[in-house]
């Protein structure tokens, strides 16, 4: 209830705030934040939205087949996390996977690739959109299995500690993901161990079709953390990468100088349906739900906040448009013109071998 009024209250700042436009006043921006890194994490938002309209379109003509979750939405938490990390450091996943690999470094010719099943793919057209994975980008996945990959990122964090590094793993769950039973083994064994892993819930409201409130006795996902003693933290303007990255910062800075984790709860908003199959808003909630959710959209939200501190003007987001208009068009060439995989490439990489990671 007390987020659904601050919510409310945040929509009726920004539609009655007319000296900003659309954006809320606050958080104010971390001097220590160069300009050409703010101008370059509003770009990678702007690809990610384009990159999955151009993927939704894609779907609706039958390029890209099984199952598909757009990341419309929740740019803010993907730019914001993965700005506050080093690319020796690792990130991980579900299947709600394509922006977070994006702010991860990994191509994104390769990603729409994959998507469309092609030998050129991230995992050579086999694992599909829930699939994306660069080992060389420390991008460990793209998980579809629920809850899968929790106790995979406590086993990285584990390795990073026990070579002595300093690399943190950031690992992104579902709200729905937190009723699992991994994500409570996970945080245990994180917290009793001191694992330098930072979980992450993308709190979207729904699990599917299921609210938070009709699937988890605790609401307030970050207090699960408590359990299990472990820092943790909220941040309830999801939709503000600022706000997110000064969260993820604060965290990865405490995992690095004392191995600790947290949990961190995240509040977004995902502006499509659970999947490609599933319509906008469905049965589970409403059109205006979805409408009041748009009015704090990451991007407008992020350009507007670039325009009050006179670090960006309406004709660099025109521009902007325009150039990453002419990426994702590459990726389609790209992903369109490449070849599918050749039928000997069947029973490649469906076991691991030898080696390690
Ligand atoms: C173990 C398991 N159970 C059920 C499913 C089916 N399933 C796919 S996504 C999903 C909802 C997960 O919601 P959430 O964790 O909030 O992530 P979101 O889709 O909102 O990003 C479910 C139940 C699954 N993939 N794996
Ligand atoms: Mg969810």
């Known amino acids: 209830m007390r987020r659904q009024l601050l919510s409310q209250h945040l929509v009726h700042v920004l539609m009655n705030n007319s000296a900003i436009g659309s954006a809320p006043s606050k958080p104010t921006r971390d001097p220590g934040l160069p300009p050409d890194t703010l101008l370059k994490w509003y770009d990678e938002m702007l690809l990610i939205r384009r990159f999955e309209e151009k993927s939704a379109q894609l779907y609706g003509m039958g390029k890209i087949g099984g199952f598909c979750h757009l990341y419309n939405g929740q740019e803010a938490v993907s730019t914001g996390s993965l700005g506050a990390i080093n690319p020796e450091d690792y990130v991980i996943t579900a299947y709600r996977d394509h922006g977070l690999a994006i702010s991860k470094g990994v191509d994104p010719r390769a990603i729409l690739a994959e998507l469309l099943g092609k030998h050129t793919g991230t995992t050579k057209g086999k694992?599909?959109?829930?699939?994306?994975?660069?080992?060389?980008?420390?991008?460990?996945?793209?998980?579809?299995?629920?809850?899968?990959?929790?106790?995979?990122?406590?086993?990285?964090?584990?390795?990073?500690?026990?070579?002595?590094?300093?690399?943190?793993?950031?690992?992104?769950?579902?709200?729905?993901?937190?009723?699992?039973?991994?994500?409570?083994?996970?945080?245990?064994?994180?917290a009793l161990w001191k694992l330098p892993v930072i979980y992450i819930i993308e709190n979207n409201k729904y699990g599917m079709g299921t609210a938070v409130a009709r699937a988890s006795a605790?609401?307030?996902?970050?207090?699960?953390?408590?359990?299990?003693?472990?820092?943790?933290?909220?941040?309830?303007?999801?939709?503000?990468?600022?706000?997110?990255?000064?969260?993820?910062?604060?965290?990865?800075?405490?995992?690095?100088?004392?191995?600790?984790?947290s949990l961190l709860e995240i509040q977004t908003f995902r502006y499509r349906g659970h999947s490609m199959s599933d319509p906008v808003s469905g049965?589970?909630?409403?059109?205006?739900?979805?409408?009041?959710?748009?009015?704090?959209?990451?991007?407008?939200?992020?350009?507007?906040?670039?325009?009050?501190?006179?670090?960006?003007s309406d004709e660099y987001f025109e521009n902007a448009e325009k150039r990453i208009k002419a990426v994702v068009d590459e990726c389609v060439e790209f992903a369109e013109n490449s070849p599918e995989p050749p039928a000997d490439e069947l029973w490649k990489d469906v076991y691991f071998e030898r080696g390690g990671f």
């Open 127 to 190: 694992g599909g959109s829930m699939h994306i994975f660069d080992r060389e980008k420390n991008f460990l996945g793209g998980h579809a299995i629920v809850g899968g990959h929790i106790p995979i990122a406590a086993g990285v964090a584990f390795a990073s500690k026990y070579r002595g590094e300093k690399r943190v793993c950031l690992c992104f769950i579902g709200d729905g993901a937190t009723n699992i039973g991994t994500f409570h083994e996970s945080l245990n064994l994180a």
């Open 283 to 312: 049965h589970y909630r409403t059109k205006e739900e979805v409408e009041t959710q748009k009015k704090l959209d990451p991007l407008v939200v992020f350009a507007e906040s670039l325009k009050r501190d006179g670090l960006a």
């Open 218 to 261: 605790v609401e307030e996902l970050h207090q699960k953390a408590a359990a299990y003693d472990m820092r943790n933290e909220v941040v309830e303007s999801g939709y503000d990468v600022l706000a997110v990255h000064k969260a993820v910062k604060a965290a990865v800075d405490h995992a690095r100088a004392t191995y600790e984790p």
